[in-house]
């Protein structure tokens, strides 16, 4: 028998922590091939769907009226005229005209070419919705939001016209995401893109404007209490390089009318559209009738006319004005199409099958974030923002669609916390034998 002599005890070694997730280079390659490949079968199908789409509508088709609009301001600027349409110097932006004049010069026909622009930009937005959704939510809700972008049948619808929703979606999705970097590190040259990113939406679309303003609450709800100081700096600069996007277009205004209009001399005109004797929430610009001493104005004097007797029906009837916001409100929100044309059995189950259960799911999803939701705010600031000029403005379904990415983000947080939560959630054991723990026979042996 051998006799060991005892001796001192030595010191218990350190506890190794224990972490059963593989390294860091062993897993980057496998995640990033992964994450690569799932990006590009992303961008892919979101484009050739919308590709699909402009082939299967007619590649030269223009469908509305607001198409021929632009169409007409990109043929009088290539002309020398400048950006004008029916005499009106004012009556549009420049963004997406001078688009379609720049597509028109280098490929000799803008109505396709701005076709395949769109789809590009569509899928270009599915991407973006997939990195914003990454950063705020998880991988997992970045896939689904990616996913939901695109494959959503309305942006791919609006892809296949000559209207500014399509772009101005993906143009609002680069704004939110160079509003998040900058919420990371408030540096000046951040401010700059995101600035220069928000001049360049108002110039697309003028009731982007607004939103400059009503950004900034959910911007400091972003930035906390701590930081209140030099996000207002930020702040700032955005508003500074966003209003410098916008000054030459409203120093040419003020050129060419006389007086001081930042965007657009059409404001008036919408406002009475919306608050007119004919109005029921809907576009009535084929049916209204325009008051006494309108005739003969010059653009800019109807613009001011109008206006004042807009507010003049809101103040005789408050609660008409109310009806209307709450007609409108519905029409936003409305989860089959509201424009007759377009409301056949196909298109109302279209859109009840894939709009509807996003809707819903985005609720969930802004319920899931509980107190974080201050954080998150600043993703449904565009949405906010839209729903809640057009409880002034004329609704349509149309106005939505430069925003469902937003609330699509959301919608892929309910989605993605559902399925982690189904995952975690454990299996039921089979129940134990009598004794030895062994499972029971459930039917007699032969």
């Given at each position: 028998m051998l006799l060991v002599r005892a001796g001192p005890t030595p010191p218990p070694l350190p506890p190794v922590p224990l972490n059963l997730a593989p390294a860091a280079a062993d897993r980057s390659p496998a995640v990033d091939r992964g994450r690569l490949r799932f990006l590009f079968l992303l961008f892919a199908v979101a484009l050739l769907l919308r590709l699909g789409a402009v082939v299967a509508r007619g590649p030269g088709r223009v469908e509305?009226?607001?198409?021929?609009?632009?169409?007409?301001?990109?043929?009088?600027f290539d002309r020398g005229r400048g950006f004008v349409f029916e005499q009106e110097a004012a009556g549009r932006v420049p963004g997406y005209p001078f688009l379609l004049w720049l597509l028109g010069r280098a490929f000799g026909e803008p109505v396709v070419s701005v076709k395949v622009l769109q789809a590009l930009l569509g899928a270009v937005g599915a991407l973006l919705a997939y990195f914003i959704g990454s950063r705020e939510f998880g991988e997992g809700a970045g896939r689904v939001a990616g996913v939901?972008?695109?494959?959503?049948?309305?942006?791919?619808?609006?892809?296949?016209?000559?209207?500014?929703?399509?772009?101005?979606?993906?143009?609002?999705?680069?704004?939110?995401?160079?509003?998040?970097?900058?919420?990371?590190?408030?540096?000046?040259?951040?401010?700059?893109?995101?600035?220069l990113l928000a001049g360049g939406a108002c110039l697309f679309h003028p009731n982007q404007l607004a939103y400059l303003g009503f950004l900034l609450p959910f911007w400091l709800l972003r930035a906390g209490r701590a930081r209140l100081f030099p996000a207002?700096?930020?702040?700032?600069?955005?508003?500074?390089?966003?209003?410098l996007a916008i000054l030459p277009w409203s120093v040419r205004n003020y050129r060419v009318l006389g007086r001081v209009v930042p965007l657009t001399a059409r404001l008036g005109d919408g406002l009475y559209e919306a608050f007119c004797p004919e109005a029921d929430?809907?576009?009535?610009?084929?049916?209204?009738?325009?008051?006494?001493?309108?005739?003969?104005?010059?653009?800019?004097?109807?613009?001011?006319?109008?206006?004042?007797?807009?507010?003049?029906?809101?103040?005789?009837?408050?609660?008409?004005?109310?009806?209307?916001?709450?007609?409108?409100?519905?029409?936003?929100?409305?989860?089959?199409?509201?424009?007759?044309?377009?409301r056949t059995p196909f298109y109302d189950a279209l859109s009840l099958t894939t709009y509807a259960p996003v809707l819903f799911a985005a609720l969930a999803g802004l319920a899931l974030c509980g107190r974080g939701l201050r954080e998150k705010a600043l993703l449904a600031s565009p949405t906010l923002y839209n729903m809640s000029l057009h409880l002034i403005f004329v609704s349509s379904l149309r106005f939505r669609i430069p925003v469902f990415p937003f609330f699509a983000l959301f919608a892929a947080h309910a989605a993605a916390s559902w399925w982690r939560g189904r995952r975690r959630t454990?299996?039921?054991?089979?129940?134990?034998?009598?004794?030895?723990?062994?499972?029971?026979?459930?039917?007699?042996?032969p």
């Open positions: 509305f009226p607001d198409s021929r609009q632009y169409l007409e301001m990109a043929e009088n939901l972008v695109a494959l959503d049948p309305f942006l791919i619808f609006f892809a296949t016209q000559v209207l500014v929703e399509a772009p101005i979606s993906t143009v609002l999705l680069l704004l939110l995401f160079a509003l998040l970097r900058l919420a990371d590190d408030f540096r000046p040259g951040r401010a700059a893109v995101a600035g207002l700096r930020a702040y700032a600069l955005v508003l500074l390089f966003a209003l929430g809907s576009p009535v610009k084929d049916r209204m009738t325009f008051p006494r001493g309108v005739a003969g104005l010059s653009e800019a004097d109807r613009d001011r006319f109008l206006r004042a007797e807009a507010w003049r029906l809101i103040a005789a009837d408050p609660g008409r004005a109310l009806g209307l916001a709450w007609t409108k409100f519905l029409r936003f929100w409305n989860l089959v199409p509201n424009f007759a044309g377009y454990p299996a039921a054991a089979p129940p134990p034998g009598p004794r030895d723990g062994r499972r029971q026979d459930t039917e007699p042996r």
